[in-house]
């Protein structure tokens, strides 16, 4: 049992170390009850179980919306004419939400290797970062990406010159062909390479993939006599 003088010991304690240094002292022999005296946003940061069930959240408001989109729910709800599910799915509120959700498990996996999260949301970087390759959905997640950051909230980049445009990627990517100059410019987001379409499937199929490198992290950790929470 801690004493109420041992809990405001290590509540100075946690105020004034780096969440690496309050990890070290959590997973210490003799101090395994203090997980539930740290503060929630500290114990969250370093624990990779946070990061999951906050991806998982993301993964089913993604698949609610994947299928509300392709039904008469805006009929239903009384929105008539004036509102198009569709319309929202096509103007990158789901890639965004898939996005986040891969983000979020990336960071979990992140997490459970003992470092600390990044604060940005490129996905190819942050696969680097958790040892995860994502394989033929590279491109998937370069596009992906650019929801996170501005398509799936903002009509335009908020930095131009840092996030570029997202059909730019697109034709980089060799994904759509480039118009020719002088001709009418078509922003649809239609790809040519199937594992590059912000789709449920392929959204599915890199959570799928994401989702067995967490475990094989957790199992490891797990293996090593690791105290981490997944």
């Given at each position: 049992m801690t004493t109420g003088l041992q809990t405001r010991q290590y509540w100075g304690f946690v105020q004034k170390h780096s969440i690496e240094t309050v990890l070290e002292e959590l997973m210490s022999d003799d101090q395994e009850e203090y997980p539930a005296l740290l503060p929630y946003y500290k114990r969250a940061a370093v624990m990779p179980v946070y990061w999951a069930n906050k991806s998982q959240k993301f993964y089913v408001a993604a698949d609610v919306l994947w299928k509300a989109q392709k039904s008469d729910l805006e009929e239903r709800l009384g929105y008539g004419d004036e509102f198009s599910l569709a319309a929202a799915f096509g103007d990158g509120l789901f890639g965004m939400i898939c996005g986040l959700s891969l983000e979020l498990n990336l960071k979990a996996c992140i997490v459970g290797l003992g470092k600390k999260s990044p604060e940005h949301h490129n996905l190819?970087?942050?696969?680097?970062?958790?040892?995860?390759?994502?394989?033929?959905?590279?491109?998937?997640?370069?596009?992906?990406?650019?929801?996170?950051?501005?398509?799936?909230?903002?009509?335009?980049?908020?930095?131009?010159?840092n996030n570029g445009s997202l059909w730019d990627i697109v034709y980089r990517l060799g994904l759509k062909p480039k118009p020719k100059v002088g001709s009418i410019l078509e922003r649809s987001i239609d790809v040519r390479?199937?594992?590059?379409?912000?789709?449920?499937?392929?959204?599915?199929?890199?959570?799928?993939?994401?989702?067995?490198?967490?475990?094989?992290?957790?199992?490891?950790?797990?293996?090593?006599?690791?105290?981490?929470?997944f």
């Open positions: 190819n970087s942050l696969a680097t970062t958790a040892d995860f390759n994502f394989g033929p959905y590279a491109g998937y997640a370069r596009i992906t990406t650019e929801y996170i950051y501005w398509y799936g909230k903002y009509p335009v980049p908020k930095e131009k010159q390479r199937e594992e590059c379409e912000v789709n449920w499937e392929n959204f599915r199929t890199v959570t799928e993939s994401l989702r067995l490198h967490y475990r094989a992290i957790r199992d490891k950790h797990m293996k090593g006599g690791g105290k981490l929470a």
